[in-house]
């Protein structure tokens, strides 16, 4: 389209049209690439946690708790590090937990869409069976 056509037809005066014309050329040079689309940041998900073996003795006394451990999960969805951060009262509990959580596997988290280390807690909680199982009538034979 023409200057004077353009002028015309925005109603505008020929100089004008010459300004409005130099700012789209402008503008539109400046958009070399489009922007990148946002990517959301993820947290840490637990995939695949298998239970901790209860010790007998503690499971047949009704004795429980919770070990807390401060896990940090690297890039590749696996523990790198497990600090115990909180005490089930047990000793054979927190070790049992600090046992089974490396063996644990993750989704990693993200950030830009790409897997970053995140460290998180995980209550590892021990809780007594309402009915006593057989094995511990066979363990108080024993005593």
């Not at 300004?19 to 995939?47: F, H, N, Q, R």
């Not at 940090?72 to 523990?79: A, D, F, I, R, Y």
Request: contains cysteine; proline residues 9%.
């Amino acid at each position: 389209m023409s200057m004077d056509k353009l002028a015309s037809h925005f109603s505008l005066s020929r100089p004008a049209a010459v300004a409005l014309s130099a700012l789209v050329l402008v503008t539109a040079c400046g958009k070399s690439e489009p922007e990148a689309a946002y990517i959301p940041s993820t947290m840490v998900a637990a995939v695949q946690t298998p239970k901790p073996e209860y010790p007998m003795e503690l499971l047949c006394a009704g004795i429980g708790g919770v070990s807390t451990l401060k896990v940090l999960v690297g890039v590749e969805g696996k523990p790198v590090e497990v600090v115990l951060i909180g005490s089930s009262g047990q000793s054979a509990l927190d070790a049992a937990a600090e046992k089974v959580v490396p063996t644990w596997i993750f989704e990693a988290a993200t950030r830009n869409g790409q897997p970053v280390s995140q460290s998180i807690q995980v209550p590892v909680k021990f809780t007594p069976p309402a009915e006593r199982p057989n094995e511990c009538f066979k363990l108080d034979e024993r005593r």
